[in-house]
Structures are given as C-alpha cells and as structure tokens.
C-alpha cells in the first residue's frame, strides 16, 4: 500500500526535482501538491508545479492548491538569485533544435483552491493516513494550525526540509531558508505537538549533485525529467561556483521526500527544537537542546535526521529521475 501524501512547496528547482520524484516513486502516492511563497512569490511557484507537471502524466485525481501569499509577519524574501527569476533556472532561455521553447508556458485553470481548503479535502477522505511533506516555507502549515478545530490534527506524520542544527544555514550563518523566510511560522509548527521530522541542512548537503554528474546523467537523454534536471540545475550551479567554489546541487527537498519513501535512508533523534524569530543576527536559527534528563529544558518536539546514508540516497534519487 502506497503512502498517501500531500506536498507543500515552493518551486525552486529543487522542489521540482523532489516533485518529480514523488511522482516517480511508485512507494508514494501523491494525493495533492499545494504552493507556499518562499523562494519564489506563491504565484509563480503555481505556475512552475504546472509547468512541472507538464513533463509527466500526473493522476487525474491530484489535487492542486494555491497557498500564503506572504510570510505570517515578516516580508517575503524569495531566493531567485539561486532558482532563477522563474524560480526554474529560467526555462524560456531554452530552445529546441528548430528554435521553438523547450518548454512551454503552463496552463493553469481559471480558478484556484487555496492550499487550506485541498488539505481539509485530503483530510476528510484520509483522516490519520496522510503524510504531509512540507518543501518551503511553513506559513500554510502555521495558518491551518491557528485554527482550533484545524483537520491538519488528522495528518499521520509531516515531514519538514528546513533547518540547521549542527552546521551554519545557507542564508545567514545562522538560519536556514525556509525556516528564516517565515520563522513565526515554523516556531508555531515546532510547538505544536504534530509528529513533525526535520530535514535539515545537517544531512541535506550530505547529498548533492556536481555539474559534471549532472552532465554524465543527462547526455543524450531523452527523457524530459531527465533533460529538465540539466536544464533547470545550470543557473544554481553557476551561483553555487561563484559563491562557493564549487560546482554542486544540493538536494535538499529530493532528501525530505526520499526520506518519505525510505525512512532507513536517515537515522533520527528526539530532539527539542525552539526557533529564534526575532534575533536581529540570528533570526531563523532552530536552535536544538541535545541535553537529556534534568537538565534539559522541554521534552523532545520532534525527530530530526542527525545522519543519512548519502550514497543510497543518491543513488535512489537518480534512479528515479534519470533515465537515457
Ligand atoms: O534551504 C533549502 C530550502 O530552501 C529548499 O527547500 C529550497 O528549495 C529552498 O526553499
Ligand atoms: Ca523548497
């Protein structure tokens, strides 16, 4: 039997790969995949889940919802200087051999559910079978918990990328950015009692792809998954030299849902986490108590991925995305 999941995302390229692997993966079957604003605006990030989608045959059953807008307090910071201004390594540069697009301009229906409204449909035909794998911004997750009677009560497990624990963040030294994009949002979900596992950056950068990888798994592909991971990579690779030094991918929401598809691939700690939400440097800092017995602060509010076995977790994503 499949595991049931809704996604949360806010594609980026690397929520569009972990879409994709989703959608792959015949251990999960994806019930509804709903956007937050994070790395790109909720619009756009609407827009690239049907841009995504175009390249497969997603079920006829799946639910699309448009979530928050903006962050629960803070203004939105989005992270296009990474993704792209498409939030998808700029596609429309892209053309075939006869000059038309590579991809083409999404269709999207005239009228949108909200994010909320597809989790309470999803909740209401699956309560307590439901796992919800959040690859963004907590605000839709913080928004459906601020109502008392909310069904997300009835969610079997939520699944988190965000967060770093032992290792600096990718946005501040501190902060990691979907937790720093919103961390209002992501303090409230960290206390709220849901049965919440953290991927953090800790094992998320223990899995990542090298431009010359990526070249070795898509030439002369023909696969559109396959040609969309070389496509969509190009520009954050070509940040990640600049920055960094080093040509590499992070996949950093690929782990959340592998992680969905084979928890082994991660061993986990109870830990307790709190998120600093006003600290003028440390701002989105989740900041973990390892102490144990009398003198730790709080009991454990969640399980965070502490190790991962890198190379089967590559191996699974590969195997899934690339074909020849
Ligand atoms: O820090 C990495 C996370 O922030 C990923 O989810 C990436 O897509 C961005 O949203
Ligand atoms: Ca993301």
Redesign the pocket.
Known sequence: MPTRVIIDT?P?V??ALAILLALRSPELEVVAITTVC??VPVEQATRNVFRVLSLVRPPASLLIGQGASRPLLRPLET?THFHGTDGLGELDRLRNADGSPRYQQPTLPRILPTAQDVWNECLRRYPRELTLIT??PLTNLASALAMDTSPVRKLRAVIS?GGALAVPG?VTPAA???IYADPHAAERVAQSGLPLTLIP?DVGTQVALTRDAIRRLTAETTDPVTRFLGDATAIALAFAEKTEGAAVFPL??PLAVAVAIDPTLVKLAPLHVEVDTEGPTTRGKTVADPRSGGSRKSSPNLQAAVQVDGARALALVQDRLCRR
């Open positions: 806010d980026g690397d929520d994070g790395n992270a690859l963004g990328m990718n990691e950015f979907n950056l950093h929401d």
